[in-house]
């Protein structure tokens, strides 16, 4: 059996697989989700945990806008010692109110890449 690094609970997709238990990939992507989709101060005891992210949703979608949800993500997927960032993209759709973010990431003890794809609509 291959050795597993990392694990967690998460009940994000229980409805479509029935199982709360993640592992190693999927655990961290979801931990830097988290910290992504968390506003800033919104954790007890932990002031600077979380992104300006969840509130920048709801403002015009314009290149500031743009600019500072992609200094948010950089700073959070640096933050994680678990990944090292190897590329970066933000493709703002404004005709969509939408962005995707596509990070690729090396896991630094699993020895392994894969991308991240994130999706932000926005309201405003």
Known sequence: MAQVYYKGISFNQYQKNKDI???????????????????????????????????????????????LIEADVAEIVNYDPRVEPIDFSVEPLFDEKRVNIYIELFYVELNFNDTLHIRLDFFG
């Open 21 to 67: 238990l993640l592992k190693d990939v999927d655990i961290v992507k979801q931990d830097i989700l988290n910290y992504i989709f968390t506003r800033r101060g919104e954790r007890l005891m932990m002031p600077t945990y979380g992104s300006r992210i969840p509130d920048l949703l709801f403002e015009p979608m314009d290149d500031r806008t743009i600019a």
